[in-house]
């Protein structure tokens, strides 16, 4: 399989002026003609190579005159047009099939709506084009299609006109002034609903807001809505930009890869991430869609305005993007909850991927399948860069900064290092050593050492970065290190931004009447890991004013009382005690739940040289099941007093409280006791939300087989017409620890309602199961072996799908060893199939390297 390195990139040899697209869709084919005003730049070669994905050609032209086949050369990937002139136009005609696209790339059909997916390389199995990042034309789109069957035509930009045919068809021309790569080109035709809206920029601009959905969901549509408009009110307070067309379309697809797709004035959505309504969707769908909108939104700037010179550099629109949405949600709701989601989400996924063997750099040298790297890595770690850069310049710096940045390459595709230059440029802060955050991979450790003496207190701060995955060595890094010290009252002696840069530093604090408590890594201003050896948890959970670090001392307190655990037995009494301690908080409602969740699996067996879950979930149980017992009157109490189920307004105070009480009866669950079971099922059946409902059914499906398959079945009868809630009930299933689900999962495949070709439930059934710790670690390896055989049957399909699902091995190289030869045995059968797509082979064959 090829390799795509960096180092290879070359200038593009030909500028394409215009581009001007006729779509003709038809239920068995669609034909394009595809209209090149073309260029060539400086040292071209006489033949322009085109790239092209399972096109049928049908004729091209050359400034008019047709050629015949001696002119050109089909590849497997290409079109090469042979001798071209300085200047011309090709008009090619070709034929596609989006009824049969499966991959989801290019266009294809979800349900009866056709609607496309082009980045990063799907335009290719459109048309013959440059199909790179680089290369920014003026588009001009045609679509045509049966009106009664297609009266919604979509493309980007703003409408240029309509025309009515005598046959029953029609078509609709859309002209988008912004020249763009052609990941951005969008295109849908359907029978939608729309929900309708106008917003009005700060320059006094007039833009139309269309939400499309499939008819019926319309009421589902508000919520996306408002996001949408409070997006685009934060983006001319925050950084000064507006939208620039007269509309601003947004589609909602059930068939779609991933979240949604920033195409330009026409973003595609998956429908989890516009529809929603109390009855249907959870508060963190809520949030979820609130904070999707904006990311895509906000890619109009960062992204569409400035784009990407080549897909090595991805993280100079994700990575920003990721922050900008982030400091949105932050902004809009609990700012202290926002940031510890966002840190619990990095070290779930990103801190598990960078001690992969899949771990990269944000901006990684080399790839096969450029899918592949649209990661946590490269979106949430990238994110924390911008982070540090944020924290280094300060905020009114950051927004000179960001104003240079969109002033100086407005309507380029750019490098990651031009933005640095913006950012070191309109600051004056040096940012030469920060760059190793870009191009080193692993996550470093902080090691911490105090030490107190005639009032000076010392801390000592030793980097240790893990070696590259090539096994070369890495060099420290550049980063902003918030930290708090307090007195021996509770009180704050002062608050600092340390700058750390070598492998070794010494920072010195003088004047002191006793050794400091220590505060490190407020706000998680750095994605490292802290390595302390004193514990002073108790006392930063009852002081520390940095809500970040008191969540963190909760969290390595639990941590290490649940490591304590696995190895002797032992419960830390401290630890129990400091839990009451939060119990009685009072605090912000959501917050509270936070601190009084325990550890994730994840996060206890990141800690460990060789990965075994069973200790893990028998510590965890028992901890859970100890906590529950002890405190059983204060959190029936808690409980009583904010489960309010006729309750299912979204405003902060409500969603607190259904956050605390559901973190209640979650604990409360571990007594598997009938008390519980009647909560759950009483709370089931009276909640107007689907919060509350969902967890409900959670606990009942996790402790008692006979009430669990009443409320189930319930559930199933109730939204079995509705896919985007079914979602909900396989994930439940496949995530079950409950003896059983494995089988029970493979009756689900054959459910109705289940569609191996649709991502969501894909993701819902087989991907949840492979994050099963339990189950699909089991010990017997029919885990490891069913979803393996997913992979390969889903990789005909759907490769992106697949090569998803394929990272649930990523762990592979630290278990144990009777898991990990049980894992190698599946891992080695899915790499001997004969036609695996680049899309699995490169993640299989770097976890078994
Ligand atoms: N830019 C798209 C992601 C495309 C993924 C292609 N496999 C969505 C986003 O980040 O906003
Ligand atoms: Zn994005």
Known sequence: MKTIYLKDYKKPEFKINSCELHFDLFEEFTTVINIMSINKLEKSENDIRLDAMDLELIEIYLNDLKLNDTRYIIGEDSLTILNVPESFSLKIKNKIYPQNNTELEGLYKSGSIFCTQNEPEGFRRITPYLDRPDVMSVFTTTVIAQKDKYPILL???????????????????????????????????????????????????????????????????????????????????????????????????????????????LNIFNSHYVLADEDRATDANFMGIQSVIAHE?????????????????????????????????????????????????????????????????????????INNFYTSTVYEKGAEIIRMIHTLLGEENYRKATDLYFDTFDGQAVRTDDFLWAMSKASRIDLTEFETWYHQSGTPTLKVEESFHNGIYKLTLTQRVPNAVDGSVQKPYYFPLKIGLIGLTGKEILERVLIVSKEKEEFVFEGLNSKPYLSINRDFSAPVKIQQSTKE??????????????????????????????????????????????LNLDIELSYKALLLELPSVSTLMQRQDVVDFVPIY?????????????????LQELYKQNHKPKNKKLDAISMGQRAIKNRVLRILSALENREVIDMAREQYKESLTMTDRVVALDILENITSEEGEVALNDFYNRYKDDTLVMNKYFAILAASH??????????????????????????????????????????????????????????????????????????????????????????????????????VYEIISKILK
């Open 155 to 265: 493309s980007n930009g703003n409408k240029q006109n309509c025309h009515d045919f005598m046959n029953g068809r029609h078509g609709t021309t859309w002209h988008d002034p912004h020249p763009k790569p052609s990941y951005l080109f969008a295109l849908v035709a359907g029978d939608l609903g729309c929900v309708n809206d106008e917003y009005t920029t700060a320059s006094g601009e007039h833009v139309e807001l269309n939400i499309y959905c499939d008819k019926g969901n319309e009421s589902q549509c508000s919520h996306a809505m408002k996001s949408l408009k409070e997006s685009m009110a934060w983006d001319e307070e925050k950084y000064g930009r507006e939208y620039d067309l007269e509309i601003y379309n947004i589609v909602a697809v059930d068939s779609f890869n991933m979240g949604a797709m920033e195409n330009k004035g």
């Open 297 to 369: 939104y906000f890619h109009n700037w960062t992204g569409n305005r400035i784009t990407c010179r080549d897909w090595f550099q991805l993280t100079l629109k994700e990575g920003l993007t990721v922050f900008r949405d982030q400091s949105f949600s932050a902004d809009l709701n609990s700012r202290e909850v926002q940031r510890i989601e966002d840190v619990k989400g990095l070290r779930d996924r990103q801190f598990v991927e960078d001690a992969s063997p899949t771990a990269h750099p944000i901006q990684p040298n080399s790839y096969m399948s």
């Open 537 to 582: 948890y108790a006392f930063l959970m009852k002081h520390d004013k940095n809500s970040f670090v008191r969540y963190e001392s909760a969290q390595s307190f639990a941590t290490e009382t649940l490591e304590e655990m696995m190895e002797s037995g032992n419960i830390d009494e401290e630890f129990l005690e400091a839990y009451g301690y939060i």
């Open 618 to 634: 028998l510590a965890k149980d028992r901890l859970e099941r100890e906590l529950a017992a002890l405190y059983k009157d204060k």
């Open 738 to 839: 409950r003896n059983g689900t494995l089988e029970r999962v493979i009756v689900l495949e054959n459910d109705e309602v289940y569609d191996e070709k649709v991502p969501n439930l894909v993701r819902s059934l087989i991907g949840v199961f492979a994050r099963n710790y339990k189950h699909f670690h089991a010990i017997d390896g029919r885990g490891y072996s069913f979803v393996a055989h997913k992979i390969i049957e889903i990789d005909k399909i759907n490769p992106q799908m697949a090569s998803g699902l394929a990272s649930a091995f990523k762990i592979y190289e630290r278990l144990n060893n009777e898991n990990k030869e049980l894992m190698k045995k599946e891992l080695d059968r899915v790499l001997a199939v004969p036609s695996l797509s680049k899309n």
